[in-house]
């Protein structure tokens, strides 16, 4: 937390009692709200008995609505491998659970396509790659110009024999697939539960992850882009750039 935006403050000169953190206007941001964060957090990234564990020993109530999809969504991005059987299996119980997701994000949709494209490619089942593309792929670029052309690049991946070292080879990084899973869960976490996939308000969100991002990775990005802003703006350079790597140092350093 940046220390021209908030500060944290003692409440006693002893020791033994617990410090409070303020604004930048002295107002008191509330124990529950940083556990609420850190739930939130973890949560969102499926750390299911973490969360609950972290809480319990809080002794703060929690919305419990936010864990009714962690154990499918842990399960559906299991499944995001480099694998053709695993990530067709991931879009099965995707359209299952979820039926509205993907025809509703056609830029997700049009990516774990790509993907298994790829993994085919990966496997040197190029016939199988191109029949699924023209079954798959095709309809989705007919819509979309932007598709089109990005598929164009992952389509020229067939036309080497090494692939892998090939110009269009960064396409099969396995990077993508976390970008893949990322996306993915980000969506699937907006879900207020599982009925709401179902029901024409898909798009309903809940909790303070209501963005798709935490809120703590939130707050984390805005952070940083007003930080570099004001040290932009700012022509003696006097404010520094507020760095989250420098800021966990820093805390481990008063910790010594």
Known sequence: MSSSNSRRVASSSTNTEPKVFT????????????????????????????????????????????????????????????????????????????PSLLPSHPYLYFHFHCQIFI??????????????????????????????????????LVAYYQPTQSPMGHLMDLQKLNKLEDDLNQIMATYKNLDDSHSENSTEKTGLGV??????????????????ELHNLDKSKKFPKWNLSQEIENLEYEKK
């Open 23 to 98: 604004t930048h206007n002295s107002e008191p941001i509330l124990p529950d709200t940083i556990h609420n964060l850190i739930f939130d957090y973890l949560t969102h990234h499926c750390y299911k008995e973490t969360a609950l564990s972290f809480m319990r020993e809080a002794g703060v109530d929690y919305d419990k609505t936010s864990l009714l999809s962690i154990d499918l969504r842990k399960e559906i991005l299991g499944h995001i491998k480099p694998s053709v059987a695993s990530l067709k299996q991931a879009m099965s119980l995707i359209f299952q659970h979820f």
């Open 119 to 156: 993994e085919y490619v990966r496997v040197e089942k190029l016939l199988d790659a191109i029949e699924y593309a023209q079954a798959n792929v095709a309809p989705l670029t007919q819509s979309n110009s932007s598709f089109k052309d990005e598929f164009e690049d992952v389509a020229a």
């Open 211 to 228: 963005h798709g991002l935490p809120a703590l990775d939130r707050m984390m990005r805005q952070l940083t882009r007003v930080s570099e």
